[in-house]
């Protein structure tokens, strides 16, 4: 038993997309959640500044008491999570990838999308991903452009938001996938639209939400840390950036457990 924070990070909102997961799944469990939020986004960043960002970020949860990382992040898991185990291998860190194998074991047309930022579609671990289950299954890429600013300026309801998504969506319709990966926790945000656009076109829309709050319950249980049962958990927020920004980001977790929007 452990009643220690579990710690989430990401560039900026978008992990809040994992942390809602982790609070629905474990509700007993303490979340410290750290949006970067000053280098946001990361998307466009080289390899060597996004993994200076996450040892920066893992130091500092490390500090605050965290039991377990979780890098709620796929373009910095992409960029750093192996430094990072190196770095701490006594802490359970928990990496996001977009969820290609799911989708390759489930398409039927052999054709599946991946939406996400320019870094994870380019990196060694996605490619790697994709040549070990999309062997045969062609795989579409396609880079969520302007999503991330979008939610961090809580423009998900936008014109804009519309506008942005239907231009990166709409020509997968006639290309024949039926799955839609999102591969960035950003996007989640977005998925009303995205559901919008692909409803009654047969393409389901996959994130990897649910699946990492599994894996981080096995983990809490294989390391023996879990959270006692009568534990009151506890919700703190941090950032990078000012105080302006942590309150924003605290008010959008709230927004998100009482208003499942991204559901
Ligand atoms: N939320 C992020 C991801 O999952 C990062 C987006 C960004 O900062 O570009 O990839």
Known sequence: MNNAPIGVYDSGFGGLSVWRELRCLLPHESLLYLGDGKNCPYGGRSR??????AIEAVERLVEEGVKM?????????????ETLRKRWPDMP?????????????????????????????????????????????????????????????????SVEAERL????????????????????????????????????????????????????????????????????PTMRYMTFADEEYRKRLEHKAETIINRPETE
């Not at 060597?48 to 960002?53: D, L, V």
């Not at 799911?102 to 054709?111: D, E, G």
């Not at 599994?214 to 983990?219: I, K, N, T």
């Open 48 to 53: 060597a500044e996004i993994e200076g960002f």
């Open 69 to 81: 990382v979780v890098v709620g992040c796929n373009t910095a898991t992409t960029a750093a999570v």
């Open 93 to 157: 860190i928990v990496g996001l990838e977009p969820a290609v194998k799911p989708a390759c074991l489930s398409t039927v047309t052999r054709k599946i999308a991946v939406l996400a930022t320019a870094h994870s579609l380019s990196s060694d671990m996605f490619l790697d991903t994709a040549a070990r289950y999309a062997s045969d299954v062609e795989v579409v890429k396609v880079v969520g452009e302007g999503f991330v600013e979008l939610v961090e300026n809580d423009m998900e309801q």
């Open 165 to 232: 998504v239907r231009k990166a969506v709409e020509p997968l319709l006639d290309k024949g996938v039926d799955k839609l990966v999102l591969g960035c926790t950003h996007y989640p945000f977005l998925r009303p639209i995205i559901e919008r656009i692909v409803a009654d076109r047969g393409i389901e829309v996959i994130d990897s939400g649910a699946a990492v709050a599994r894996r981080v319950e096995w983990l809490l249980d294989r390391y023996d840390i879990a959270a006692s049962g009568d534990n009151t």
